[in-house]
């Protein structure tokens, strides 16, 4: 990968590579714009087959941060860690310890979290290195395990989605085809029970999936058959790039709308969805409830205001569904652009002041 040529396209501000060899920490810090505030984004441990392919996945995540941010008013920039190595093997007091000093070293310009392979608890022993970490457990004034209030977010968006594409006025009814009953996608999948939605669930990991059953009555199928199963909905709750060139012709529902960050493998895919008359939600609005949870340890974690903040996503969606309408435009486009103006309108009044 050319690194300059892509952090100038898409106007990243900084990259830190982190090693240190007795932890056998290999680690990337990316922070994409901090125009809004600090960088905040969570880091991700996962087996990643190549440096490269760390890299591609902490530049998109963190620029994924930005807007999110961006797109429901949090004065927060877009930033993200990785962590190269396998969390069930590979996760340990150094390695995370180590990632720890490396965020202290930025003071502040990056805030750490948990994300995929990392937990509540780990972000605790980030925390014996830097006080730059959120998404700290409750019993010490932290926002916790952010996966209820994302799921509790998603299903707000949901609404206006279904609002719109399905003319309805609940959730009632809906069929919802859930890819990954992980952290958010059980608490999705237990909310959207309650809401008298249809489930139909897949997991690689079995027991996951057995546990919505029982729990939840959700119908099981195989990771490779619930990309095309027959649903109002598909909601992706595992990884990234889940909208390919490979799956956009299999989907046979109204609606996608998940948390899974950049799931558009390639912005075209976005364009295709929308001539396909297929709605998508775009995943760095319906699936911020976590940050929005995490934000809120900021001013003293409050849990009803976070809630009730994460409800908001609704008109956020709603106006991005109008910003789309009017223009006949994608909505991942009509999210970008409520995005970008508002970093534009802050870097315009700081000009200003300046
Ligand atoms: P998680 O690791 O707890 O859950 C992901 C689940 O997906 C796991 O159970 C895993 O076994 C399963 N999975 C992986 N590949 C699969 C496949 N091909 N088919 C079916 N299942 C598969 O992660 P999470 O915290 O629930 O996050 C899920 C996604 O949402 C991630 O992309 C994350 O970045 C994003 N996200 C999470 C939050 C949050 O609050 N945790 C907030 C916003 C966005």
Same mark, same amino acid.
């Given at each position: ?9 898409? =106007?990243?501000?900084?990259? &830190? ?11 990337? +810090? ?6 809004? %505030?600090?960088? &905040? ?38 930033? =993200? ?8 093997? @590979? ?15 930025l003071n502040g310009r990056y805030i750490t979290a948990e994300d ?62 859930? =890819? ?19 489930? +139909?669930?897949?997991?690689?990991i079995a027991e996951k999936a057995e546990k919505a059953r029982k ?25 990234? %790039? ?59 974690? +409050? ?24 223009? @006949? ?7 970008? +652009? ?12 700081? =000009?200003?002041?300046?």
């Open positions: 990968m050319e690194i300059f040529q892509s952090l100038a396209e898409d =106007q990243h501000e900084q990259v &830190i590579f982190c090693s240190d060899k007795v932890a056998h920490l290999r680690g990337i +810090i990316a922070i994409h714009d901090t125009t809004l %505030g600090p960088a &905040i984004g969570g880091v991700r441990m996962f087996p990643y087959s190549s440096e490269d392919e760390a890299l591609k996945d902490v530049l998109l995540l963190s620029k994924a941060m930005t807007y999110k941010a961006a797109a429901v008013g949090i004065n927060l920039g877009g930033g =993200q860690g990785v962590i190269i190595g396998d969390p069930l093997k @590979d996760k340990n007091e150094l390695v995370l310890r180590a990632f720890g000093r490396f965020v202290q070293g995929v392979g990392t937990t509540v608890e780990d972000m605790e022993i980030v925390r014996y290195e830097t006080k730059y970490v959120m998404g700290l457990s409750r019993a010490i004034g932290g926002s916790g395990d952010p996966g209820p209030v994302t799921a509790i977010g998603l299903c707000s968006g949901l609404l206006a989605c279904v609002e719109k594409a399905l003319d309805k006025k609940t959730l009632e009814g809906v069929s919802v085809a859930i =890819q990954g009953v992980g952290h958010v996608g059980y608490h999705l999948a237990q909310k959207l029970k309650e809401a008298g939605c249809r489930l +139909i669930v897949s997991d690689i729990e939840f009555g959700a119908e099981i199928v195989s990771p490779e058959e619930i990309l095309g199963v027959e649903a109002d909905v598909f909601s992706p709750c595992a990884l990234g %790039g889940v909208i390919n060139a490979k799956t956009v012709e299999k989907f046979r529902v109204k609606i996608i709308a998940g948390p899974a960050n950049n799931q558009l493998e390639d912005e075209k895919y976005g364009e295709i969805l929308h001539h396909k008359g297929i709605l998508y939600a775009p995943d760095f609005v319906i699936g911020s409830g976590g940050m929005i949870n995490v934000a809120n340890e900021l001013g003293g974690y +409050i849990r009803e205001k976070a809630i009730k903040q994460a409800t908001g996503i609704y008109d956020i969606m709603k106006k991005i569904l109008e910003i789309s309408g009017e223009s @006949d435009i994608p909505t991942y486009k009509a999210a970008n +652009i409520l995005a970008k103006a508002r970093i534009a309108e802050v870097k315009k009044f700081r =000009q200003r002041h300046a």
